[in-house]
């Protein structure tokens, strides 16, 4: 499902019209400027409705600068930074370079995490962990990744299953 994704994607960023304007879905540098604005907002403890609050929109504005589905001018960008004590330039880490070929840059990489963290139920698991003991939630983290790894062996091990 990625893989179709990532190719719809490169295929928009070679192929599309006039202008690069694609007929659906944001541009990827719009999602990826939303991200950070969402892991950056989530790393300094703010929520929607506070920064919705400082910036003078709603917090589902908020929402849909965060998700890409409504671009961020270059004015709330700038208002979006002070509030949080950034520098503008915060927000485009990541990118490649503008001088880069257009259909070398983009798709843009998507991390998963960041989309996580963002989320409602990744602010629920960051706080819930944020209340334990910092031993405790060490210990806590280390079972996450246990769990992690026997999953993928287990999976590993029913491929092989299945390939023999």
Same mark, same amino acid.
């Given at each position: 499902?990625?893989?179709?994704?990532? &190719?719809?994607?490169?295929?928009?960023?070679? *192929?599309? %019209?006039?202008?690069?304007?694609? =007929? #659906?879905?944001?541009?990827?540098?719009?999602?990826?400027?939303?991200?950070?604005?969402?892991?950056?907002?989530?790393?300094?403890?703010?929520?929607?409705?506070?920064?919705?609050?400082?910036?003078?929109?709603?917090?589902?504005?908020?929402?849909?600068?965060?998700?890409?589905?409504?671009?961020?001018?270059?004015?709330?960008?700038?208002?979006?930074?002070?509030? &949080?004590?950034?520098?503008?330039?915060?927000? *485009?880490? %990541?990118?490649?370079?503008?001088? =880069? #070929?257009?259909?070398?840059?983009?798709?843009?990489?998507?991390?998963?995490?960041?989309?996580?963290?963002?989320?409602?139920?990744?602010?629920?698991?960051?706080?819930?962990?944020?209340?334990?003991?910092?031993?405790?939630?060490?210990?806590?983290?280390?079972?996450?990744?246990?769990?992690?790894?026997?999953?993928?062996?287990?999976?590993?091990?029913?491929?092989?299953?299945?390939?023999?």
């Amino acid at each position: 499902m990625q893989h179709r994704k990532v &190719l719809a994607e490169l295929k928009r960023a070679c *192929f599309s %019209g006039a202008g690069g304007k694609a =007929e #659906t879905g944001p541009h990827p540098a719009d999602q990826h400027v939303g991200r950070q604005v969402a892991m950056v907002r989530v790393q300094s403890d703010v929520s929607q409705v506070q920064l919705a609050r400082a910036i003078g929109v709603s917090f589902q504005q908020v929402q849909k600068y965060e998700n890409g589905k409504n671009r961020v001018s270059a004015s709330m960008l700038y208002e979006i930074a002070r509030s &949080l004590d950034v520098p503008v330039s915060r927000f *485009f880490e %990541g990118l490649p370079s503008n001088n =880069e #070929t257009r259909c070398k840059t983009l798709p843009l990489p998507v991390d998963e995490r960041i989309d996580f963290v963002a989320s409602a139920e990744g602010r629920r698991l960051i706080a819930g962990l944020m209340q334990l003991h910092p031993r405790v939630r060490g210990r806590v983290a280390a079972l996450i990744v246990a769990l992690g790894e026997e999953m993928a062996h287990s999976v590993a091990e029913d491929g092989d299953k299945i390939a023999g």
